[in-house]
């Protein structure tokens, strides 16, 4: 059985920083791209950042290119994101997901998708406030 775990949410203050792991179980992340994605109350989930399989490709969305950074750990069968200089607006609830995850980069911008057979995992809350 295919697990994501996601971890190290919390609560912070602006500028303060958090670093997210995903454990992925029962499925080999070395030749997959795996996102991390979030979701804010009442908006549409969007893509964050991406690492590909070769773990020299990162993509990041325009709102955390430069305070995020992305890793991967394949040993550990696991991945992170950094998050730097937190900003209220980042709050949101994180996922990752592998399996079917495309990232590119289209006008400058990063385009992330999935399919109905892309893994997900089950979210860690991430509120930045003061």
């Known amino acids: 059985q295919v697990q994501l775990v996601e971890s190290g949410g919390g609560f912070v203050q602006p500028g303060e920083s958090l670093r997210l792991s995903c454990a992925v179980s029962?499925?080999?992340?070395?030749?997959?791209?795996i996102g991390w994605f979030r979701q804010a109350p009442g908006l549409e989930r969007e893509g964050v950042s991406c690492?590909?399989?070769?773990?020299?490709?990162?993509y990041y969305s325009h709102s955390v290119k430069g305070r995020f950074a992305i890793s991967r750990d394949n040993a550990k069968n696991t991945v992170y994101l950094q998050m730097n200089s937190l900003k209220p607006e980042d709050t949101a609830v994180y996922y990752c997901?592998?399996?079917?995850?495309?990232?590119?980069?289209?006008?400058?911008?990063?385009?992330?998708?999935?399919?109905?057979?892309?893994?997900w995992g089950q979210g860690t809350q991430v509120t930045v406030s003061s």
């Open positions: 029962g499925f080999t992340l070395d030749l997959n791209t």
């Open positions: 690492i590909g399989s070769s773990n020299t490709t990162t």
């Open positions: 997901a592998t399996r079917d995850v495309a990232c590119e980069v289209a006008h400058t911008i990063m385009v992330v998708t999935t399919t109905p057979r892309t893994y």
